[in-house]
C-alpha cells in the first residue's frame, strides 16, 4: 500500500539554525513526492515537490530530494527564519489511484529569535 | 481572487443537526478533494470528484455526502452530525487527475459539533 512517515515533532530552532525534517515513503508504482507548509489558522500551501527520482524540489531556501533507493524525501533549509514556524507535511501521490494524496502525520516546526 | 474557497470558515452546531459546506474553486481545474484534518493534524481523503463524477469514496460514514453541481464547484453535506466529526475540513482542487499534479487547498472550514 501507499504510505508516509514522517519525523516526529515538535521540532524547535533558533534562528539561522540548519533544518532536516525526515520523510519516508511506501508507495506501488513510482509516486509524486511534495512537501506542504500550513501556517497557524491556514490551509495547506505547496512548498515543493518532486515527480521522478532524483528530481530535487526547491522553493524559499527549502530542498528536497527525491531518493528512490532510500525511499526518502527529506526537508532542509540551510538557516531558518521565525517565519518559517508552522506545521509541515509530506505527501505522496501514486499513479492509477486518482490522485489521492497520502500525508504524513506533520511536523510543527517553531523557530525562536 | 481567491484560488480555492470554502464557506462558512467556522461552523458550530448541536448534534444530530444536518449541515453543508460549500467550496468553489476559480482555477479551471478539473479534480477537486474533501480532507478532514483531525485534532492532531492528520489529514485523509475523504473524496474525490473528476469532472463532476465521483473517483474517490473512503471509508467515510453514509451520513457524509458530497454533491458536485459542476466542475468548479463540491459542497460537502453532513446528516445528523456527532461529536467525532468535530474537525477542520479541507477542499482542495487539482488540474488532472493524475499523480504528478498539485493540489490546492482552501482555507479549511472549522467544524465544532457540540
Known amino acids: 500500500g501507499n504510505s508516509v512517515t514522517q519525523m516526529e515533532g515538535p521540532v524547535t530552532l533558533s534562528e539561522e539554525a540548519f533544518l532536516t525534517i525526515n520523510c519516508t515513503y511506501t508507495a506501488t508504482g513510482y509516486p509524486s513526492l511534495f512537501w506542504y507548509v500550513q501556517y497557524p489558522g491556514e490551509g495547506l500551501q505547496l512548498l515543493l515537490k518532486a515527480t521522478k527520482a532524483d528530481d530535487k524540489g526547491s522553493n524559499k531556501g527549502f530542498e528536497a530530494t527525491y531518493r528512490k533507493e532510500t525511499t526518502s524525501f527529506h526537508l532542509e533549509k540551510g538557516s531558518v527564519q521565525v517565519s518559517d514556524s508552522a506545521v509541515y507535511f509530506c505527501?505522496?501521490?501514486?499513479?492509477?489511484?486518482?490522485?489521492?494524496?497520502?500525508f504524513g502525520t506533520g511536523t510543527s516546526l517553531t523557530v525562536i529569535p | 481572487d481567491t484560488a480555492v474557497s470554502q464557506t462558512p470558515k467556522y461552523l458550530v452546531t448541536q448534534m444530530g443537526n444536518d449541515k453543508s459546506i460549500k467550496c468553489e474553486q476559480n482555477l479551471g481545474h478539473d479534480t477537486m478533494y474533501w480532507y478532514k484534518q483531525d485534532s492532531k493534524k492528520f489529514l485523509k481523503i475523504m473524496f474525490s470528484y473528476n469532472n463532476k463524477e465521483l473517483i474517490i469514496n473512503e471509508t467515510v460514514p453514509n451520513r457524509f455526502s458530497p454533491k458536485s453541481p459542476d466542475k468548479a464547484h463540491l459542497n460537502l453535506h453532513i446528516n445528523s452530525l456527532e461529536l467525532g466529526d468535530s474537525a477542520v475540513y479541507f477542499c482542495?482542487?487539482?488540474?488532472?487527475?493524475?499523480?504528478?499534479?498539485?493540489?490546492?487547498f482552501g482555507p479549511g472550514t472549522r467544524l465544532t459539533v457540540l
Open positions: 505527501a505522496l501521490s501514486a499513479p492509477r489511484n486518482g490522485n489521492q494524496f497520502y
Open positions: 482542495a482542487s487539482s488540474p488532472r487527475q493524475v499523480s504528478t499534479d498539485t493540489q490546492y
